[in-house]
């Protein structure tokens, strides 16, 4: 269990985590998502004693990571790919590591083993690649068997099958009943793995919900049509009390009746449609409606026009994020 | 896309026991961190080349009939070059944990920053300390061979700090301990100040320029302070100029009404090297890493 309370990081003038509360429960993969520079890794950076917050506490288990007798078995992280010193061997890295924290040196073994790279444990780690670095890293949180896992976006820069091997793990991992705490800025990448989800945006608290209220109250269904005569076909709907809105190119978007539906109704009605489909909005546009007026740096061209389109967006988030909070 | 089952957690229970860590492990852990790096047998290395090459070449070339310095004193000059290689090792120490990022790793693994400086501390003293030192008594049991015993006519030129015993060169007691553990002590004092320095700064080769001008600028300013308003500003300078420290310890110092041991000396990096660590300590304990 982590319990983050009131935490605030101050660079300067500039906030970069913003009085942030929320906890981390046991046994569950809690995705912790916002767009890049919302404040993630100095979030957890101040979880792991790295960075003070400015204001603020964390408790680990009730403790401040500092007094964590043998932090390693309490808690490990992968924070960055290579916070390792290349000229060391995989294996002396993990050695000393686990010489710190009392760990028998078999242990770096079996680490070794789980995250496959075992075969280059007497290799010097400067050689490896990417995705070697990151099984090193997670290797080294492993080493203690600790209760609480953190990865700060470990499927950076990964190949499909490395990513692969990181969702199974931390299903693995979660499996076993321990505490996943894993930041990414990929909506898609939580909605596979996460069963908890914590939103931050310019280092403010965004969301603080189950991943099955946000899949329900995001995956918006809707049918959209496109008609000629949009003037008669709006009369039909009326007729047959459906509720449309009409979006900017002209279509219509039909929420809560199916196309077949809709289709009679137009064939009744002797319309021409242009268009008839069902639509599923996914959860990357959800999140980034959610975190639109948040993000820090928007590219320049077609996207920045793309976040001018997004601006109604804060309102929609805003009522979102009260109507969770009703829920909760 | 679909949800992730929602399951009752099993309750996770680590296998490892959980127990108190203390100083010894941090030891064991910077002591495996030390001797797994190339730069350490590289500078470690170079360092005996340089004491044991120096010295071997003074003792192959010169004519060993005429002596008048301290027997024991050639040594001089290859830790002079040497020292260079423990300074580079003590920044690098701490240093190269900051520029691979290495430090994070270590920190959350030892939380207790004073503890992770206060073991990488005496391990590179440790290891820095037996190396020079026996690298030293090696060269001073040369010197001894090669220049000791040889008989002082009537005639020849004796340096004032020559000891000579029934007509023949010998070295004191204090020689010896000076040539040997007190070398030792001053040029792992010196790495400890690099530690310190490469602790405070962070970077490399920022630390290693430091280093070099402590040990380096204190002579070269007395050589421009030819008024004789600065007379006792520039015999201080050079007195506890490193390279005079080392030369007093051989009683081989450069001002000759100097103090010859070269304990003050010692005392004095001590004194400024507990100081370096401190502030150290106190910095590390502080920042963001």
Same mark, same amino acid.
């Given at each position: ?57 964390? @408790? ?27 000229? @060391? ?34 290799? @010097? ?100 049509? @496109? ?102 | ?37 190339? =730069? ?16 071997? *070449? ?9 002596? =008048? ?15 260079? #290689? ?20 270590? *920190?959350?693994? #030892? ?15 440790? *290891? ?33 700090? *020559? ?30 100040? =690099?530690?310190? %320095? ?16 402590? %040990? ?10 030819? =008024?004789?308003?600065?007379?006792? %500003? ?46 150290? #300590? ?8």
């Amino acid at each position: 269990m982590i319990e983050l309370q009131g935490l605030t990081k101050r660079y300067g003038d500039k906030t970069a985590v913003d009085d942030l509360t929320f906890t981390v429960r046991p046994g569950v993969v809690t995705g912790f998502l916002g767009p890049n520079g919302a404040g993630k890794s100095t979030t957890m950076r101040m979880m792991l004693d790295l960075d003070n917050p400015t204001s603020g506490s964390i @408790r680990i288990d009730g403790k401040h990571y500092r007094e964590l007798h043998e932090p390693l078995k309490h808690i490990g992280a992968l924070l960055e790919a290579k916070a390792i010193h290349g000229g @060391r061997t995989a294996y002396n890295h993990l050695l000393c590591l686990a010489q710190s924290n009392r760990i028998p040196a078999r242990r770096v073994d079996e680490v070794l083993e789980i995250v496959g790279l075992a075969p280059v444990a007497k290799k @010097r780690s400067k050689g490896f690649s990417l995705g070697m670095g990151q099984r090193l890293g997670i290797a080294a949180a492993l080493l203690g068997d600790p209760e609480i896992l953190m990865f700060d976006e470990p499927v950076n820069g990964l190949d499909p099958e490395g990513i692969h091997w990181i969702r199974n793990l931390m299903k693995g991992l979660a499996a076993q009943g321990r505490t996943i705490f894993v930041s990414s800025h990929l909506m898609s990448e939580m909605a596979l793995t996460a069963e908890h989800l914590i939103v931050i945006g310019r280092g403010k608290l965004m969301a603080d919900t189950t991943m099955a209220d946000f899949i329900a109250e995001n995956s918006r269904s809707y049918v959209r049509v @496109r008609t000629p005569e949009p003037e008669k076909f709006k009369d039909a709907l009326a007729a047959a009390s459906i509720i449309a809105v009409i979006d900017d190119e002209g279509a219509f978007e039909i929420e809560g009746a199916e196309s077949a539906k809709i289709g009679e109704l137009a064939a009744r009605n002797q319309l021409v449609l242009h268009e008839l489909s069902p639509q599923q909005a996914s959860l990357e546009q959800a999140f980034m409606q959610l975190t639109a007026e948040s993000v820090e740096y928007h590219a320049g061209g077609p996207a920045a026009e793309a976040g001018e389109a997004a601006a109604p967006a804060p309102q929609w988030g805003a009522a979102w994020n009260t109507h969770t909070g009703k829920e909760a | 896309m679909t949800a992730p089952v929602h399951m009752p957690a099993p309750q996770f229970s680590s296998t490892v026991p959980v127990e108190r860590t203390h100083l010894g492990h941090a030891l064991r852990s910077e002591w495996t961190k030390i001797r797994t790096v190339r =730069s350490t047998i590289w500078t470690l290395g170079v360092m005996l080349v340089l004491i044991l090459g120096i010295n071997l *070449l003074i003792v192959g070339l010169s004519s060993s009939d005429i002596v =008048s310095d301290p027997v024991l004193g050639f040594g001089l000059f290859g830790v002079l070059l040497g020292q260079l #290689c423990v300074m580079t090792l003590g920044v690098l120490v701490i240093s190269s944990e900051y520029g691979t990022g290495m430090i994070r790793t270590t *920190l959350t693994a #030892c939380p207790q920053r004073g503890r992770v400086l206060a073991a990488k501390a005496i391990v590179f003293f440790a *290891l820095t300390f037996t190396v020079t030192t026996v690298a030293c008594a090696l060269t001073a049991l040369m010197n001894y061979a090669t220049f000791g015993g040889k008989p002082v006519g009537e005639g020849s030129f004796l340096g004032p700090r *020559l000891v000579v015993e029934n007509g023949l060169t010998t070295a004191s007691g204090t020689q010896w301990l000076g040539a040997t553990v007190g070398v030792g002590l001053y040029v792992a004092l010196l790495g400890l100040l =690099s530690l310190a %320095v490469g602790a405070l700064l962070r970077h490399s080769a920022g630390a290693i320029t430091t280093m070099m001008g402590v %040990v380096l600028l204190p002579l070269i300013i007395a050589i421009f302070m030819q =008024s004789d308003s600065l007379h006792k %500003v520039q015999e201080k300078l050079i007195e506890y100029s490193s390279p005079n420290a080392i030369a007093s310890l051989y009683q081989m110092p450069m001002l000759e009404n100097g103090d010859a041991d070269g304990v003050r000396q010692l005392v004095v990096l001590a004194i400024i090297t507990a100081v370096a660590l401190g502030a150290a #300590c106190a910095t590390l304990s502080k920042r963001d890493v």
